[in-house]
């Protein structure tokens, strides 16, 4: 089975600051990787597929790269809604979810 | 419009069993694999089960396989989750998902519906 780790667990930060978050899976994908994006007491909301395709709707601060084993989720500027938990799932085999990245203030 | 609506969740003791049902519209169901994705309170997202638009392919989390079963009416536009000996580990809320056509990932979830094994 594919596992997938995300890091960092959780970051810290502020309005309009850049953030990062790195995914990785424990063989290789190629590009068949999402990212999610869920709010306390919601469904979760697709941000990214394919490692780097943005969602119709989903703001351009959000994007994604990567391939293989290693992906990033970058947020350029953060807004006051993006308080949330990150999650990202491989799509080659199964369904494998990272453990989950909470950005707060 | 997607919708999916989510059924079934409850209470239930150790060991017992419980039908969770997805109720779809607004899209072609069976020209979608669906997905069953689960998330335990204060816990991450866990994959469940998968399967087929045709209902041919059926795939399973390891946490999950031998117990669940997962099956979809499309003459009903339904998706369901058997569950079968349950455990204190399976408390979650069940999400339903539909996988997209190209690239696999869920494009449309349910609002959940909550399971609470304990005796």
């Known amino acids: 089975d594919i596992q997938m780790t995300q890091a960092p667990s959780s970051v810290s930060a502020s309005i309009g600051d850049r953030v990062t978050i790195t995914c990785r899976a424990s063989?290789?994908?190629?590009?068949?990787l999402a990212w999610y994006q869920q709010k306390p007491g919601k469904a979760p909301k697709v941000l990214i597929y394919g490692a780097s395709a943005l969602q119709s709707g989903v703001p351009s601060r959000f994007s994604g790269s990567g391939s293989g084993t290693d992906f990033t989720l970058t947020i350029s500027s953060l807004q006051p809604e993006d308080f949330a938990t990150y999650y990202c799932q491989q799509a080659n085999s199964l369904g494998t979810f990272g453990p989950g990245t909470k950005v707060h203030i | 419009e997607v919708q999916l609506v989510e059924s079934g969740g409850g209470l239930v003791q150790p060991g017992g069993s419980l039908r969770l049902s997805c109720a779809a519209s607004g899209f072609i169901f069976s020209s979608y694999g669906m997905q069953w994705v689960r998330q335990a309170p204060g816990k991450g997202l866990e994959y469940v089960a998968g399967?087929?638009?045709?209902?041919?392919?059926?795939y399973y989390g390891n946490s999950v396989k031998g117990r669940f079963t997962i099956s979809r009416d499309n003459s009903k536009n339904t998706l369901y989750l058997q569950m079968g000996s349950l455990r204190d580990e399976d408390t979650a809320v069940y999400y339903c998902?539909?996988?997209?056509?190209?690239?696999?990932?869920?494009?449309?979830w349910g609002q959940g519906t909550l399971v609470t094994v304990s005796s």
């Open positions: 998902a539909r996988v997209a056509v190209w690239w696999l990932h869920l494009d449309y």
């Open positions: 399967i087929s638009g045709n209902g041919g392919r059926t």
């Open positions: 063989r290789g994908i190629s590009t068949w």
